[in-house]
């Protein structure tokens, strides 16, 4: 007896309401063959269910992309706070410096925080004066361009030491 009822039981859960269902759409139909019709309609609605568990999957999907896309979009911004920090921090650290040795620390320790790199190189990119006693040497006059025979490369012009 146990046994029947466990079988009643799996049959009224899993299969339940599809005979259910089919049986009442049969009974409203009346065809001359019930049993064809009642398997036809059972095959129109076994594709029913698979297409509601495709769409289902679907949503489920496109839920778990558009989750994973702000949560994207939530540490995108977060960076870029923390990074204005860190740059309002160095800022900061910068306009405190007394000595020129403090500030070249401050815009190195700043650099390499904020780009995450493990060495920086700060260069001065501007002309410098020369040293106390000595003067700048004179602009060199440009020489004439020498006439370069044809097919041939010119040479390369000559460089000048700036002051470092």
């Not at 139909?29 to 679907?58: I, S, T």
């Not at 070249?104 to 006693?133: F, I, Q």
């Amino acid at each position: 007896f146990k046994q029947v009822m466990a079988d009643a039981q799996y049959l009224q859960e899993n299969v339940g309401h599809a005979l259910t269902a089919g049986l009442a759409s049969t009974a409203a139909a009346q065809p001359d063959d019930p049993v064809e019709y009642l398997a036809n309609w059972l095959l129109k609605y076994l594709a029913v269910e698979e297409k509601k568990a495709k769409v289902k999957e679907a949503e489920k999907q496109m839920q778990a992309e558009k989750e994973a896309a702000e949560k994207a979009e939530t540490a995108k911004t977060d960076e870029q706070t923390q990074l204005v920090y860190k740059i309002q921090k160095v800022k900061d650290n910068i306009a405190a410096c007394t000595t020129v040795d403090k500030l070249y620390g401050a815009v190195v320790e700043g650099l390499m925080e904020t780009t995450k790199a493990a060495n920086t190189y700060v260069a001065l990119l501007e002309k410098r004066a020369p040293p106390e006693g000595e003067e700048e040497p004179p602009e060199p006059e440009p020489e004439p361009a020498a006439e370069v025979p044809e097919g041939e490369e010119p040479p390369p012009p000559a460089k000048r030491q700036p002051w470092i």
